[in-house]
């Protein structure tokens, strides 16, 4: 991960290794304290961008799912992280 790693989602916004340490040990401990974060798709990648779903499971019930968009620097390290909350909305008509 870069040391500048720039992460967002709808509830944050930070920058930097420790920033973001601590933002996910916060969102683990008052959230959901017993839950688990695991990929919930495969991985789709191009160039420097990839992305994936994932879930999130708290004694055996889903609390949430979402998806990551990361961006790697030239060097290969995470650089940016795109979060969004829950599934895609339907198409409108």
Known sequence: ???DV???DP???VT???AFVEMVDEFRQKLVPEGMCSRASGVDSHHSLCRCDWAIHSEGDLVTVGSDTVVTNDAGMISKVYGFFGPLPEKDA
């Open 1 to 3: 991960m870069a040391p």
């Open 6 to 8: 720039h992460f967002v």
């Open 11 to 13: 509830a944050n916004d």
């Open 16 to 18: 930097g290794i420790d």
